[in-house]
């Protein structure tokens, strides 16, 4: 059987129906979080193929891949004698590979798209009874966040160091894509996107302080894959 997805403008489309923004960090129990509402897509593409060919199997979907990781924060004492503290948590030894595929908590291990739970309508598929043109209908959507501790305990010292500047950014490509019965991929259309959180905490209390140039969200225009994505990221 041979079925092709077109790369025509008309057949494939990416709409992006809300955008990130992003909280000022706040203190949950032991820890400061930084939060950003959750980012939303809607795509579709048109699957064509001969009359007659089954559209069993073929799969449409959006992939994530999370390029980019910038995860470090800073820790002082309340005195010059107690220390301070770097933690570099987005390069290796901590993170050996900095690129990786992003998915949903639920998701499986090995599934390549974002999510393959039903409710969330991230992955259509053919069914038994429907015919070419197949046209499937997708959404995305990821609420990115992190944390990290108020306080550590400076090792060399035996003093509590305190938070004193964290940065955390993540930088995403999103992919709309068409997987065939047997297994392959044909990525179709994608969307670069991130966010970015810098602050400073000055005691007492943790009064948070941003960093206008490194805290912001942003999301592309939609790109057709096939002239546009690195090589990196295709399958």
């Known amino acids: 059987m041979a079925v092709a997805v077109s790369s025509d403008p008309s057949d494939c489309d990416v709409q992006v129906t809300a955008r990130t ?25 048109t699957l064509k193929g001969s009359p007659g060919d ?21 820790y002082r004492g309340q005195s010059n ?24 908590d639920s998701s499986p291990i090995a599934s390549v798209f974002y999510s393959v739970n039903p409710q969330h309508g991230e992955t259509a598929v053919g069914v038994a009874g429907s015919h070419f043109p197949l046209v499937l209908r997708v959404h995305h959507s990821d609420e990115p966040s992190d944390a990290c501790p108020l306080t550590l305990q400076n090792i060399l010292t035996g003093k509590t160091n305190y938070l004193r ?63 546009s994505i690195p090589a990196s990221l295709r399958s």
């Open 21 to 45: 923004a992003l909280s000022a960090p706040s203190i949950q129990g032991t820890a400061m979080y930084f939060r950003g509402s959750r980012m939303r897509l809607n795509g579709f593409a």
């Open 81 to 104: 004698n107690d220390g301070s503290i770097f933690i570099q948590r987005g390069r290796a030894p901590a993170r050996t590979q900095r690129a990786c595929r992003d998915c949903d």
């Open 165 to 227: 500047e964290a940065q955390f950014e993540f930088l995403f490509c999103t992919l709309l894509s068409a997987q065939e019965p047997s297994g392959s991929f044909r990525h179709l259309i994608g969307v670069y996107w991130n966010t970015r959180w810098q602050y400073t905490f000055e005691q007492p209390g943790y009064r948070a302080k941003v960093n206008a140039r490194g805290t912001s969200a942003d999301i592309g225009m939609p790109f057709r894959v096939a002239t």
């Open 54 to 74: 089954s559209t069993v199997g073929w799969k449409v979907g959006f992939i994530q891949a999370q390029w980019v990781e910038t995860n470090w924060c800073s």
